[in-house]
């Protein structure tokens, strides 16, 4: 399938992953995260961190995002949004990582920051070598 992202969407995407990190909850942290996944349909699927008292079973915000997709019967993607409401750019972790490359290696994997500060990478580029 091509890649398609209009200026339009990637707007969008970012504005939804700014959306999605008001609803964090990050009780123990303080630190929100918000994501959001373009599927290659032109659907948009959001999610942001959520702790728990027990740290470990902390699920990141890029996490539930491709999850809800997943859930909704949706596989094939092509952009993912972070957004933090800091002046540093947030990267997905590495069990994030992980779990974007099982669904599409070309990925294209947009940071904002508090200040609409861009950055892109493919997920190939942060993730060249996953576990397959
Ligand atoms: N977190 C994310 O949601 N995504 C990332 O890419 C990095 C970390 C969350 C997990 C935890 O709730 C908080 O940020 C601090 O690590």
């Known amino acids: 399938m091509k890649e398609i992202m209009s200026k339009q ?10 959306k999605a990190s008001r609803f964090a909850y990050a009780p123990y942290s303080r ?18 961190n959520v702790e728990n008292a027990s740290y470990g079973l902390t699920v990141c915000a890029e996490r539930i995002a491709i999850f809800k997709a997943i859930a909704e019967a949706e596989r094939y993607f092509d952009a993912i949004a972070i957004y933090t409401n800091t002046k540093d ?4 972790c590495g069990a994030c990582l992980q779990v974007l490359a099982e669904f599409s290696e070309n990925l294209r994997v ?3 920051n508090r200040y609409r500060k861009i950055k892109e990478y493919r997920l190939s580029e942060l993730m060249p070598y996953p576990f397959k």
Do not use: D, H, M, Y
Not at 9 to 18: N, T, W
Not at 31 to 41: C, D, E, I, W
């Open 9 to 18: 969407q990637k707007i969008k995407l970012l504005e939804a992953a700014k």
């Open 31 to 48: 630190f929100r995260v918000g994501a959001a996944v373009l599927t290659k349909s032109g659907k948009i699927f959001t999610g942001c």
């Open 89 to 92: 750019f947030t990267l997905p």
């Open 110 to 112: 947009i940071i904002i």
